[in-house]
């Protein structure tokens, strides 16, 4: 990412491009989907998916997962769509009966896509693609199926073909270990069909405006190059591991963090706020804690003293949680020095907690 950035037309450029476009389609498990990248963040993603399939005044089902399913909505109402939410439970992940009602109820066929953030990171509960993809196609509906794999990809699996996935959205920041900044969509022929067809005005975010073998017109603009050089280099990182591999490494670490917070736990000050197990995600740990605790206090205590950054809660989880994230570039080292030093600030301010956490941890980690 130190290099110098190249002339626009270096065809170095055009190499490092087509790495990062063909990297994203491997990593999504996609063949034929078309790749669109924009110098932007998750949000603008969101936008992008927003502007191209959807038409003023148009519909689309939003599923509760938590803040980051609220915010996408938000933001789509925002921009003139109508949004259907459906009923949201804290701590549970989206329960594809719901889905699968709100397709049916909807004669009239006015939803276009169904929007699903697949790990919300601020929940820290995954839901399950396989089964949202049975709902919409037991409701028989046309609906697009548009996934936020923002913060599971590189992650958790994803197989946008074999689900079909009609668009996946994603972002450099998290497992794909790029600094924050460049957003990108895959788009399947469905997908890029019913974009052909509306007419909503659009123009930086026009992912038909990017199809085009020269980077100026791709990006709409110069290229956010440097990101795309990490972006390159990271998913060498990613393949040369194995994409497999990735993801076991992460199911491991988040069964080491699973494994801490289970036990601590015990003394009844902290809860997972995630309350099915298996929908636990391998990327996020969100911890509930009791009335009284401020994870506010924690999180300073823990960066000032011992080093480590945790997160805080998000919308209405605000003063609720604390939050740990495991994915991307992280080892066992890395993970049990973040849960040893969660271990010492809540010492540090006198909560009572199951002890034996990172010890755990470490069961966890020996067992492999
Ligand atoms: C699942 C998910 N979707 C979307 C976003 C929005 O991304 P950004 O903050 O880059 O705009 C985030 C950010 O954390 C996220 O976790």
Redesign the pocket.
């Known amino acids: 990412m130190r290099r110098q950035p190249m002339d626009l037309g270096d065809p170095r450029l055009v190499h490092v491009i087509e790495a990062c476009e063909n990297g994203l389609k491997r990593l999504l498990r996609t063949r034929d989907a078309e790749v669109f990248m924009f110098a932007g ?3 603008g993603a ?1 936008e992008v998916v927003i502007d191209n399939l959807v038409a003023p005044g148009q519909a689309v089902l939003v599923p509760g997962t938590g803040h ?1 399913s609220e915010s996408w909505g938000v933001q789509a109402e925002a921009l003139g769509r109508r949004v259907i939410h459906t009923l949201y439970r804290e701590g549970y992940p989206i329960d594809p009966a719901t889905v699968e009602q709100a397709l049916r109820a909807d004669t009239e066929r006015e939803i276009v896509a169904v929007f699903v ?1 697949h ?3 601020a929940s820290g509960v995954t839901s399950d693609l396989r089964a949202l993809r049975a709902a919409i196609d037991a409701a028989d509906h046309p609906a697009l199926f548009v996934v ?1 794999a ?2 599971s990809l590189a992650a958790a699996p994803f197989a946008m073909d074999e689900l079909r996935i009609n668009v996946a959205v994603g ?1 450099s ?1 998290k497992g794909l270990m790029v600094p ?1 900044g460049l957003a990108f969509v895959a788009v399947d022929s469905a997908a890029a069909e019913v974009a052909s067809r509306n007419p909503a005005p659009r123009f930086y975010w026009d992912w038909g405006r990017r199809r085009s073998d020269l980077p100026y017109r791709k990006f709409c603009g110069t290229p956010p190059q440097n990101l795309l050089m990490g972006l390159d280099a990271a998913l060498s990182l990613l393949f040369r591991e194995g994409i497999d591999e990735v993801i076991a490494r992460h199911q491991l670490l988040a069964r080491a963090v699973h494994a801490a917070v289970d036990c601590w736990t015990r003394k009844g000050s902290l809860q997972f706020f995630c309350r099915v197990p298996e929908c636990r995600s391998v990327s996020v740990t969100t911890v509930l804690v009791q009335p009284g605790i401020d994870p506010e206090a924690m999180r300073s205590v823990a960066r000032e003293r011992f080093q480590v950054a945790i997160a805080g809660g998000l919308g209405p989880l605000a003063g609720r949680v604390f939050r740990i994230g495991h994915l991307g570039d992280l080892n066992p080292a890395m993970i049990l020095g973040c849960l040893a030093g969660i271990d010492a600030a809540m010492t540090v301010l006198g909560i009572p907690f199951g002890r034996d956490g990172t010890q755990q941890a470490i069961a966890c980690l020996a067992a492999g």
Do not use: E, I, S
């Open positions: 963040n998750g949000h969101w980051f953030v790990t919300d990171t936020d923002v913060a972002a920041q924050p």
